[in-house]
């Protein structure tokens, strides 16, 4: 068979289709349609199961985790280091008005009243 021969053949079955396809009716129209839909959500269906078994190795999966670990991990030291400095802060603050008010005292009484004034503390 020669290239002009199977040039021919090729454009009369293609003309042969489409006079097929012409004379399909609307309902099997919309059969054909939901066939192919049909084939079309089984063949997507089987491919993201395939997709998702390909990206869920265990080197992924080991990558996954370690990630996780460390942002986690960075997490807590930020948050860990607020925390402490924000502890220390909080410390600072009351020593200065403890001293404060031990400073008053002092100015007023001197260690008596101190002494007097911790008595008072710590029989409360």
Not at 102 to 109: D, E, R
Request: net charge neutral; charged share 20%; no cysteine.
């Amino acid at each position: 068979m020669t290239s002009a021969d199977q040039a021919a053949a090729g454009m009369k079955a293609s003309m042969a289709i489409n006079h097929a396809q012409q004379e399909l009716t609307e309902e099997s129209r919309v059969l054909l349609t939901s066939i192919v839909a049909s084939v079309v959500r089984d063949e997507m269906r089987i491919a993201v199961a395939e997709g998702i078994s390909a990206a869920l190795t265990d080197e992924a999966a080991e990558r996954f985790w370690a990630k996780g670990l460390e942002v986690l991990q960075r997490q807590a030291t930020v948050k860990t280091g607020r925390f402490i400095l924000d502890g220390v802060s909080t410390l600072a603050k009351k020593l200065f008005w403890v001293g404060l008010i031990v400073l008053a005292i002092y100015s007023v009484g001197g260690w008596a009243a101190i002494k007097v004034a911790w008595a008072a503390i710590n029989k409360g």
